[in-house]
């Protein structure tokens, strides 16, 4: 194709630096000719976007970086839109973190109480920036890394966006397996089912060559070889991989491992507090004009191999790819989970080439993770009705369909916790 032109809502994140390497790295599969990064936070935009220039200018890249406050004028023209916004900051995700604790449920931002808050807060905000951009770009692909991605994504394909949530869950376990077996990642294909957030690895296969369609199924191996290991890393029991001979997401530790879960959170503080250090330790190294390279520092701020994934779906949608690889992708059932509506979004491997995302046919999921995805999908139907039409009561029904919560008696108090400390991001409030 002709020119490249990619936006970044949410540019001025700490984050941006990781997806600017790989775009720098990757500039064969992925040829940019033009980065919008796109931010309220002006100061925090040209710091990064300094940093931007400066890892291009590392490897000899020709892309321009260009900064905005204004989505209309920033995606206008645009091939794709990533999104990778969170409105309140950090400050806020302290919160949702802390206040679910009280009723005696995790604080997490993206999966229970402090979950729906989150998404209560952000679903009208990219469905409004959804609309610039198809107003300005409606052939762009918006690509969703904003939390909760499975609720957020499938907002979007409702309302009939272009758009693919992904997350690096997948990358992830993809990259420490081919560690474990010492091979090149691109050997390695994941058996991997469920939602955003809630997910298995039901095998993995080793190609015979990358891109091949035939391989040996490895996963009794790297349980039986490396189980402990692969324990440490989704922080679950080994006892517990080796019941399920699966390989859960880390994610599910918040179900599996619930009561133990708050417990610890009670007792050494929230995630957000640690991120916000880091960011601002992050925010003082990119203020060197001599910093040309992406900190170690940066790996502790979370979502590794995003910058990979990114680039290999942008690469497949936009037609630069080889367009003959499979990825782990969060988009619409359409019936491949025929237990799950047509409209929930799952996050399962699907093929991608310039025509779209085309989910591939899975075998039938067992009924210990069907029941629990089944579940979670109910919730999340109505945290996106909460997130549209707002009302506590909405709130209230949002929270009692949750695995995690469902009880009349933390439900009703969680959602006045929830409203209380979100009143100014919810305009129904």
């Not at 710091?47 to 200018?57: N, Q, S, Y």
Request: a negative charge; aromatic letters at 6%; glycine letters at 10%.
């Amino acid at each position: 194709m002709s020119a490249i032109k990619l936006a970044v809502v949410g540019g001025g994140s700490t984050y941006t630096p990781e997806l600017i390497d790989g775009f720098a790295r990757l500039r064969d599969v992925l040829p940019i000719d033009e980065l919008v990064l796109i931010d309220p936070a002006a100061e925090r935009l040209e710091l990064i976007a300094g940093m931007a220039r400066r890892i291009f200018d590392r490897y000899d890249h020709g892309a321009k970086v260009i900064t905005t406050d204004d989505v209309a004028h920033g995606v206008r023209d645009a091939d794709a839109v990533l999104l990778q916004l969170r409105v309140g900051g950090q400050a806020v995700r302290a919160e949702d973190e802390t206040w679910p604790l009280e009723c005696g449920c995790i604080g997490q931002e993206t999966t229970g109480a402090g979950g729906l808050a989150k998404a209560l807060r952000t679903v009208p905000v990219v469905l409004d920036i959804a609309e610039q951009i198809r107003r300005v770009s409606p052939k762009a692909w918006i690509i969703d890394f904003t939390n909760p991605v499975g609720i957020v994504t499938r907002a979007l394909l409702n309302e009939g966006h272009q758009a693919v949530g992904l997350c690096n869950v997948a990358i992830g376990l993809q990259r420490r397996f081919a560690g474990h077996l010492g091979v090149d990642p691109r050997l390695i294909r994941l058996d991997h089912v469920g939602l955003n957030h809630l997910s298995w690895e039901r095998g993995v296969t080793l190609l015979d060559h990358p891109g091949a369609s035939t391989g040996q199924e490895v996963l009794p191996k790297l349980l039986a070889d490396f189980g402990e290991a692969i324990a440490e890393e989704v922080h679950l029991p080994h006892s517990l991989l080796r019941r399920l001979g699966v390989v859960p997401s880390y994610y599910l530790r918040y179900f599996y491992q619930h009561d133990t879960v708050v417990e610890e959170q009670r007792a050494t503080g929230s995630r957000a507090a640690e991120v916000s250090e880091i960011e601002r330790q992050l925010l003082d190294l990119y203020a060197d004009p001599t910093l040309n390279t992406k900190p170690a520092l940066l790996e502790k701020r979370g979502g590794a191999y995003y910058s990979e994934a990114a680039v290999q779906l942008l690469a497949d949608l936009l037609g630069t790819g080889e367009g003959t690889d499979t990825q782990v992708v969060d988009t619409r059932n359409d019936g491949i989970l025929p237990f799950l509506p047509d409209d929930a979004v799952i996050e399962v491997p699907a093929h991608i080439d310039a025509d779209g995302v085309w989910p591939l046919p899975q075998r039938p999921v067992e009924p210990l993770y069907a029941g629990l995805m089944s579940h979670v999908a109910a919730y999340e139907h109505l945290a996106l009705r909460a997130a549209l039409e707002g009302g506590r009561e909405r709130v209230v029904e949002a929270l009692l369909a949750h695995p995690l919560i469902g009880q009349w008696d933390t439900a009703e108090p969680l959602a006045d916790r929830l409203i209380a400390h979100n009143r100014a991001y919810l305009g129904w409030a």
